[in-house]
């Protein structure tokens, strides 16, 4: 997540507003939109000249109105908490490794806003910076292929793809240099609200 948001920092911009496709609004559709979603992840980040992948697991909170607690647990622990305004992402210590704030950072913004909509399946903002193709399958599945709409973006990110249900199930980048990384989601529930402890760790 930390190094999608770099690579996002050195071409943010503001998207063009674009008609959206119809296998957006299908997708839609099939996306349950609760107010939070909990659920834990399993990364593999596959580096260009590494045999292994390097692979990390941890559990994620997605808030619609407040952002995004990315909780890494193995093989380091780390938080990465993603609202509008900021970025944050902290050690095991509590001390901060990366500060993005929107209000100081050019482009900071730009950058939280696709974080967050790639997290919470926002399509129709992710469809102003990419274009927008994909497939449904079967009576709930659905796959959707993202590429970059301008030549900043597209120095940094090939491609995204998203693969899903009523929930993304599992997100696949490919960077222009060659380095791959593929999240997979699980344990996945729904809530109306956060707890009096989550709340606190977005502030």
């Not at 647990?73 to 780390?78: I, Q, W, Y």
């Amino acid at each position: 997540m930390l190094a999608l948001a770099l690579a996002l920092m050195a071409a943010a911009r503001p998207g063009a507003a674009q008609p959206l496709p119809p296998i957006v609004a299908q997708v839609r559709e099939r996306l349950v939109q609760a107010p939070v979603l909990r659920g834990e992840f399993e990364q593999r980040k596959t580096v260009k000249g590494f045999k292994n992948p390097l692979l990390s697991r941890g559990d994620f909170i997605v808030a619609r109105e407040r952002g995004v607690l990315w909780h890494t647990r193995e093989p380091f622990a780390s938080t990465l908490t993603l609202t509008r305004e900021r970025l944050l992402s902290r050690a095991a210590d509590g001390s901060v490794a990366m500060r993005l704030d929107a209000r100081e950072e050019p482009g900071a913004r730009a950058v939280n806003e696709l974080l967050f909509a790639l997290m919470a399946a926002d399509l129709p903002t992710l469809a102003q910076r990419f274009r927008v193709e994909g497939e449904l399958q079967g009576a709930e599945g659905w796959r959707l292929q993202l590429t970059p709409r301008d030549a900043a973006l597209a120095q940094w990110v090939g491609r995204i793809e998203i693969e899903g249900d009523r929930h993304v199930r599992v997100v696949r980048l490919s960077e222009a240099q060659g380095d791959a990384t593929a999240i997979r989601f699980s344990a996945l529930a729904t809530a109306a609200s956060l707890t009096r402890e989550e709340a606190v760790r977005f502030e």
